[in-house]
């Protein structure tokens, strides 16, 4: 579980020295315990341990580039990924995200603004100081508190605002899925792979139905705002503080 965000532990992989100094710096001041790296397999080893809250991770590697680094890194941990690249054009921001990846900055870009996406970031991670204070944390008959939301996984149940939604397994799969990642942007792919079994034929256009019937749910059940936000060309997030 994530300690304090002011003491979350860092890992930037990055072998440009000079921008990775930068990086310690800034996040150092923001009271992070950060850890450099400057090669992918050794940034796997060091997140097989699980010594890591949040990797902001450089494309450009010179042994394997960061896309196969978090390839790999999805096959054992939900770690944030925050990528840092050179490369900006819509099929690597694309790529990225399907990877698993919660963000994505281009170089070159401000040190104090990449400080903000981690504090952001951070914030949205269950256990975090900012999800303490929201209420966050799972009650003794199984319900996990996750601002607006309460999940039930054994009993496959969801509330909003303390009304139970009538959904179905595969609605209920999709917003399991947004809720475990709040404010990460998860492609239609990414959706189908969590929601529907390998033998499923469906397509993208059955994600958007039923984030469409979710939507009408939350605003059956109160939401006056929907938390559920469409990024177009790549996929959805959930806001679960929203509405």
């Not at 990055?14 to 050794?42: F, K, P, S």
């Amino acid at each position: 579980m994530l300690r304090a965000m002011s003491a979350a532990r860092i890992l930037v992989v990055e072998d440009e020295q000079a921008i990775a100094d930068t990086l310690v710096y800034a996040l150092g001041r923001d009271g992070h315990r950060v850890r450099h790296c400057l090669l992918g397999r050794e940034a796997l080893a060091v997140l097989g341990e699980g010594a890591a809250d949040l990797v902001v991770l450089d494309v450009g590697l010179p042994d394997i580039d960061g896309f196969e680094v978090c390839r790999r890194l999805r096959r054992f941990s939900e770690v944030p990924v925050i990528f840092l690249t050179a490369r900006d054009d819509e099929f690597d921001r694309v790529l990225g995200l399907e990877l698993g990846a919660d963000d994505y900055v281009a170089k070159p870009f401000s040190p104090r603004e990449l400080a903000a996406r981690v504090r952001a970031r951070l914030r949205r991670m269950p256990g975090s100081v900012e999800a303490g204070r929201m209420g966050a944390g799972t009650a003794a008959d199984g319900w996990r508190v996750q601002g607006r939301f309460a999940i039930d996984a054994q009993g496959l149940r969801i509330r909003y605002r303390d009304v139970a939604l009538p959904l179905t397994r595969y609605e209920y799969a999709l917003l399991a899925a947004l809720l475990q990642r709040p404010g990460a942007i998860l492609s239609r792919a990414q959706l189908m792979d969590r929601g529907w079994d390998g033998t499923s034929d469906s397509g993208d256009r059955t994600v958007d139905t039923h984030i469409k019937t979710l939507r009408a749910k939350l605003r059956a059940a109160g939401a006056e705002r929907d938390p559920i936000r469409t990024h177009r060309g790549l996929g959805y997030a959930i806001d679960e503080d929203a509405g």
